[in-house]
């Protein structure tokens, strides 16, 4: 026998073969692509998210004040702080008012105007903050002015805990309506319909604003009162609901 010709048509054969089974590899994987992409169109769930905002006029407001004082000491400027609080702090409390301290600070005082800086003195610092309803805020702040208050530092309108708890309920109800209309829309352009809820994930509410925009007016005379005209406060809440396809 010829075993130089014989060595060709062995490689011949041999490379047939693993042509063969290569094919049928190759086969076998389209398969199981086509089976795969026909399980994923296999939608039973929809899955939507929604939002919703309410709105009411405040019933509380937050109102800080703040006395300050610079003296030639820091001993000075306490003690002319501490004494003019005290009459703040007894005011507000007579007129009915629970006060807190929020912030006290006692800090030396700097001239920069030159090349070295020189102290010139101490301020002292002490902030009370009450509530009070939002039509009664114009005569505490002028209340607290006329008592020592050497600042008003803020004067916020916002809800009391058990109104924000309502409109929040008000909102995520909305909110979950918003949700299921969302999903049937989506659901209506696959020719399907909305079932029950699986799941649902509820977002953190939000409070906004504590109004910050605040319009208020104190005339120049000394006979006149300070007013003010607060926004709304809205409540806004979202959730996150997966239904069943039908």
């Known amino acids: 026998m010829n075993r130089t010709k014989t060595l060709p048509a062995l490689l011949v054969a041999a490379m047939l073969v693993f042509a063969g089974c290569a094919g049928t590899t190759g086969s076998t994987a389209a398969n199981a692509a086509g089976a795969t992409g026909a399980n994923a169109s296999d939608v039973n769930t929809v899955t939507a998210d929604g939002t919703a905002t309410v709105s009411a006029s405040p019933d509380l407001a937050e109102i800080t004040v703040a006395v300050e004082a610079t003296a030639d000491n820091a001993s000075a400027a306490r003690s002319q702080v501490a004494a ?22 006692l800090s030396p005082e700097y001239d920069h105007s030159r090349d070295t800086r020189e102290l010139v003195g101490y301020r ?85 604003p504590y109004d910050s925009r605040v319009v208020y007016e104190t005339a120049a005379d000394a006979g006149a009162s300070t007013s003010f005209e607060p926004g709304p406060v809205t409540v806004s809440a979202s959730v996150t609901v997966t239904y069943e396809l039908e």
Do not use: C, I, K, W
Request: aromatic letters at 4%.
């Open 84 to 105: 003019d609080v005290e009459r703040l702090r007894e005011a507000l409390t007579d007129a009915g008012y629970e006060v807190r301290t929020v912030d006290f600070r």
């Open 124 to 208: 002292a610092y002490h902030a009370l903050a009450f509530e009070t309803s939002p039509d009664a805020a114009g005569s505490a702040v002028d209340l607290a002015v006329d008592n020592g208050a050497t600042a008003v530092q803020n004067v916020r309108f916002t809800l009391s805990d058990e109104r924000r708890a309502e409109l929040r309920e008000e909102a995520l109800a909305a909110a979950v309506g918003d949700a299921r209309g969302t999903a049937e829309t989506a659901a209506g352009a696959a020719d399907r319909s909305v079932g029950t809820e699986l799941s649902m994930r509820v977002g953190s509410a939000g409070v906004s």
